[in-house]
């Protein structure tokens, strides 16, 4: 079964040829790489393939939009198989070849990940960003908020056990979904492999036949903030991403093109909240509860001492409650394409 590489990108020459150099070294061989280049000069085939000579390279140029990027290779590319890549992202050697086998041998799987290293990890690390706390992951369970880590390390005394093994039994029976806000909740990770509803697809292989059409939501930013999150969810079944434990692909967080923290996690949060009012496996309940979380994310800012981001969530809450979330009027207005939120 062939698998085609499809990569947006953007002015990050440099990432895209460690990438590239990432992918020749694959032990099974991509039929086709297709770069989505939206790049204030874009490189010529000739120049990519001269550069990278083992890879059956093309590419097509395009407007800004992360979202229309993807949809435009993946709508381009014939293999049944489709390794979805961001262009800061280095494959281990066996990556494609061990994902490939996944989805071969598990046919009810839609999309298949390997860990994603972040800066400063080491390529044996499992849990992304483990619960430092009790406290910490008790406050999250009371506001729905996300949960991206293990908890198994967590101990307590005296009261706090039993309040601990309450928790570990809710999150285990929540078994990798969403809270009742809609933020992910991804606490179990084992090896070999474990199942997930969401997941960050930026190096994941997809199953061509499975996708929506189009793949990704275009109202969002042309940064795509919230992207995987919207594909995740009309992805079939109840935990669609198997991540793998034991390949990897090493994430080098470009600054280039990077928008700040705090815009990053506006955006993100009215995405958020954009889903919960379109997709069908979500009710009113859920966007109450959402409200609620966002209560609990301000008085997070606050604690921190992050008054820019705690405004930025009086903010959200302003527009979610007056009906003015950018990207539901985009949408209603008949679809505009890269809505960008301001703070």
Not at 91 to 100: E, F, G, N, Q
Not at 115 to 135: F, I, T
Request: glycine share 6%; hydrophobic share 40%.
């Amino acid at each position: 079964m062939q698998v085609s590489a499809v990569i947006p990108t953007r002015n990050r020459a440099q990432c895209l040829d460690d990438l590239l150099d990432s992918l020749a070294a694959q032990t099974f061989p991509l039929s086709e790489v297709l770069i989505v280049d939206a790049s204030d000069t874009p490189r010529a085939d000739a120049e990519l393939r001269q550069r990278h000579p083992s890879l059956a390279i093309s590419s097509m140029h395009t407007d800004a939009s992360v979202c229309r990027q993807r949809n435009l290779g993946i709508r381009r590319v014939t293999s049944p198989l489709i390794l979805l890549c961001d262009d800061d992202m280095i494959l281990s050697p066996d990556y494609v070849a061990t994902l490939r086998a996944y989805m071969i041998d598990h046919s009810d799987v839609a999309a298949v990940s390997g860990l994603v290293v972040e800066p400063g990890q080491p390529p044996a690390h499992l849990s992304q960003y483990p619960v430092e706390s009790v406290g910490r992951l008790f406050f999250c369970f009371l506001f729905q908020l996300s949960v991206w880590g293990g908890i198994d390390h967590l101990r307590a005394a005296g009261p706090g056990r039993m309040v601990l093994a309450a928790l570990r039994r809710y999150y285990r029976w929540r078994d990798n979904g969403v809270s009742a806000a809609g933020w992910p909740e991804v606490t179990r990770f084992e090896r070999p492999a474990f199942r997930t509803r969401i997941w960050g697809l930026g190096a994941s292989v997809l199953r061509r036949a499975w996708l929506p059409d189009p793949p990704y939501d275009e109202v969002l930013d042309a940064h795509g903030i919230g992207d995987n999150y919207g594909l995740c969810l009309a992805l079939p079944g109840d935990r669609p991403v198997t991540v793998v434990t034991e390949t990897w692909v090493h994430h080098q967080q470009s600054t280039i093109n990077r928008l700040p923290r705090n815009v990053v996690h506006y955006r993100r949060t009215l995405s958020l909240h954009y889903f919960l009012s379109r997709c069908p496996a979500f009710s009113r309940r859920h966007r109450l509860v959402f409200l609620w979380s966002l209560a609990g994310k301000y008085l997070e800012s606050r604690y921190a001492g992050d008054r820019e981001r705690a405004s930025s969530v009086l903010k959200i809450l302003r527009l979610v409650v007056t009906g003015q979330n950018p990207y539901l009027l985009a949408y209603r207005a008949g679809g505009g394409s890269g809505v960008e939120p301001q703070l």
